[in-house]
């Protein structure tokens, strides 16, 4: 697998107790301390249509959902969805960010097969 230097840092661990986007907006998040579940959160979103059917999807609700996401946007500093009571809509950056997460989650799975 060829990582780049920002995907090698990326953090795997589970988390230990508690939302985790709440935990990882206490430590003032970035980038390198991004967990794969926030990751999967974002694709689940984005998959599903709604943070809504993410969170029953993903088992949590959609407080949770939601926390993750923008916990994930401040970390990057970019915006990743643009969203309204009534929909949402990937931005370019979210587009890109998007397709990129496909290929870490599917190496992941792949490595930990």
């Known amino acids: 697998m060829n990582f780049?230097?920002?995907q090698r840092n990326w953090c795997w661990g589970e988390s230990k107790g508690g939302v985790v986007?709440?935990?990882l907006t206490r430590r003032g998040?970035?980038?390198a301390n991004l967990r794969i579940d926030v990751i999967?959160?974002?694709i689940a979103i984005v998959e599903a249509g709604s943070m809504r059917?993410?969170?029953r999807r993903l088992g949590v609700s959609k407080s949770v959902v939601s926390?993750?996401?923008s916990a994930l946007e401040a970390a990057l500093n970019v915006r990743l969805l643009s969203r309204s009571t009534r929909q949402q809509a990937l931005t370019d950056?979210?587009?890109h960010f998007f397709e990129?997460?496909?290929k870490i989650v599917e190496d992941f799975q792949l490595a930990a097969e």
């Open 4 to 6: 780049s230097a920002n």
């Open 21 to 23: 986007g709440q935990e």
């Open 29 to 31: 998040m970035n980038p």
């Open 40 to 42: 999967t959160t974002f």
């Open 53 to 55: 059917e993410a969170g």
């Open 67 to 69: 926390q993750r996401l």
């Open 93 to 95: 950056s979210g587009k």
């Open 100 to 102: 990129r997460c496909q």
